[in-house]
Structure formats: structure tokens, C-alpha cells
Nanobody
Framework: QVRLVESGGRLVQAGASLELSCTALGRTLNWDSVGWFRQPPGKEREFVAGVSRSGASTDYADSVKGRFAISKEDYKHTVFRRMNRLTPQGPARYYC?????????????????WGQGTQDTVST
């Protein structure tokens, strides 16, 4: 198991950019693929982006393709997720999750470890 800590969430205006990070404590993420999920209040947690163990392969939900970028820096035990041209939406909590598999998954139950999430809101 690995403890994951997300950070970077905040209130931003539509059109702005925001970077979230997910840091592993206690060990590296060298053997993990990582996914980011988003959960608005009262709704299901949904896949947003994922990165493979090697960092060479990424996957994005259609709604964020072309605007979000996920990258993995193993030596910092961190996965970054850059979000550009944010669209107006209410508050949501962003979670990162890790699994010791070569590639990420869009399925929540495929992940073994989850962080506590970081909150952000995109205002009009």
C-alpha cells in the first residue's frame, strides 16, 4: 500500500489553468500506474485521466482531451495533472489512485490505493 496526498485544488475562474499534484509517501510510484478521478457532490466518481507505470502512455476522458495533461515524475514520487481552459462547473473533489499494474484503468475498483482528494471550483 501507498499513502497518496493530493494538493493544488482551489477556486479558479473559467478559462484559467490549474495544476494538481499527487504525491506518494513512504515509497515511490515507480511500480504504479496512476489515475485521476473527479467527484462532484452527490454524484459518482468519474475517471478523468491516467498515466502508465512508465509514464509513456496516457489516457483521458473525452471531456478533457486536449485540455488536460498528466505526467509522472517518479523521482519526486509525484504525478501532476495540468488542466487548461477550465470550463465553469460547481465544486468537485479530485482524487488520485494508484495500482501496481503497467497501465492505468478507467474503472475505480481497479485501483488499490486512493488519496483523500483535493477540492476545486471553477467559477464563471
Amino acid at each position: 500500500q501507498v499513502r497518496l496526498v493530493e494538493s493544488g485544488g482551489r477556486l479558479v475562474q473559467a478559462g484559467a489553468s490549474l495544476e494538481l499534484s499527487c504525491t506518494a509517501l513512504g515509497r515511490t510510484l515507480n511500480w504504479d500506474s496512476v489515475g485521476w478521478f473527479r467527484q462532484p457532490p452527490g454524484k459518482e466518481r468519474e475517471f478523468v485521466a491516467g498515466v502508465s507505470r512508465s509514464g509513456a502512455s496516457t489516457d483521458y476522458a473525452d471531456s478533457v482531451k486536449g485540455r488536460f495533461a498528466i505526467s509522472k515524475e517518479d523521482y519526486k514520487h509525484t504525478v501532476f495533472r495540468r488542466m487548461n481552459r477550465l470550463t465553469p462547473q460547481g465544486p468537485a473533489r479530485y482524487y488520485c489512485a494508484a495500482r501496481q499494474e503497467p497501465v492505468s484503468s478507467r474503472v475505480r475498483r481497479a485501483y488499490d490505493d486512493w488519496g483523500q482528494g483535493t477540492q476545486d471550483t471553477v467559477s464563471t
